[in-house]
């Protein structure tokens, strides 16, 4: 089975979204690190706020956060209009 499972596995596309948070009064900074990703949709406190075409490797964002208290930072990783990755960060 589990050489069945590798197989499987082998033949899926590469898939990463890293995220990394630099907050800021009033914004949030983010470092993307993307494969296999095209675009990527940013919501604060499930308010959609930003959406970005991406390219593989670093993509840096620049969020203006107009609440006080936001609670969590989600993106969404898409390729050809389709969900392919997810993160949440909980702020």
Do not use: C, F, W
């Not at 590798?6 to 914004?27: C, F, T, Y």
């Not at 964002?61 to 930072?73: D, K, W």
Request: charged content about 20%; proline content about 2%.
């Amino acid at each position: 089975m589990i050489k069945k499972a590798s197989e499987i596995l082998a033949d899926m596309p590469v898939r990463q979204l890293d995220a990394v948070l630099s907050k800021q009064a009033g914004s949030l900074d983010v470092e993307l690190t993307t494969i296999g990703i095209s675009r990527v949709d940013t919501y604060i406190d499930g308010r959609p706020v930003l959406s970005q075409n991406v390219t593989d490797g670093t993509t840096k964002l620049h969020i203006n956060t107009t609440s006080i208290n936001v609670q969590m930072l989600e993106i969404v990783g898409l390729n050809t209009n389709e969900v392919v990755a997810t993160r949440k960060v909980i702020l």
